[in-house]
């Protein structure tokens, strides 16, 4: 019968066939591997009696793989709050664009100030000003502003939308694309 500790060390272990999983399914970063194997180990021993279940019932591979996964894909789950993956699956654009051009830094210079004009244009109250600031100029998520801030997450989705589709419909009204 194996144990978790037991299985924790197989899983932190090289050469393992735990470890080939997770080199498999987190490629290409490879230097978030210790952090993974932290979320890992945090969700195994919180949650003993699920592991323990699935080692003696002979579907811990299973269990492990669809964990890993889980960990690295969703957005919720511990592992992707605490490294922010931007994009797992998307292939690389390596297309770039030739910035060295002077008429085309001209032109998105002359997009941004447009924007900027209508966007002072478009009615908000003072608590929608603040949280659009706050995504869009901090970059911070809808999860770290409500907490900063003592406030549902969801107020802040929809506060930020509003401003959002409010600046997406007048850019579309005006003459930029």
């Keep these: 019968m194996h144990t978790i500790e037991r299985t924790l060390e197989l899983i932190a272990s090289a050469g393992t ?3 080939e999983i997770i080199n498999t399914i987190i490629q290409p970063n490879f230097h978030l591997k210790p952090e993974l194997i932290s979320e890992l180990a945090i ?9 323990q279940h699935a080692l003696d019932n002979n579907y811990f591979l299973y269990y492990f ?10 957005n919720t789950s511990g592992f992707h709050k605490n490294t922010r993956i931007k994009e797992y699956t998307q292939d690389f654009n390596y297309e770039m664009i030739d910035e ?39 970059n911070k998520t809808f999860r770290q502003i409500a907490k900063e801030n003592e406030i549902s997450h969801t107020l802040v989705f929809h506060e930020v939308s509003k401003v959002k589709k409010q600046l997406q419909q007048m850019i579309g009204n005006s003459d930029i694309k």
């Design 100 to 138: 060295s051009d002077i008429e085309i830094k001209k032109e998105k210079e002359a997009k941004y100030i447009t924007i900027d004009k209508i966007y002072v244009k478009i009615p908000k109250t003072y608590f929608q000003e603040f949280l659009f600031q706050e995504y869009f100029t901090f």
């Design 65 to 74: 793989v669809r964990s890993v996964k889980n960990q690295i894909h969703s």
């Design 17 to 19: 066939t735990y470890d």
């Design 43 to 51: 969700s195994f021993l919180t949650n003993r009696v699920k592991v």
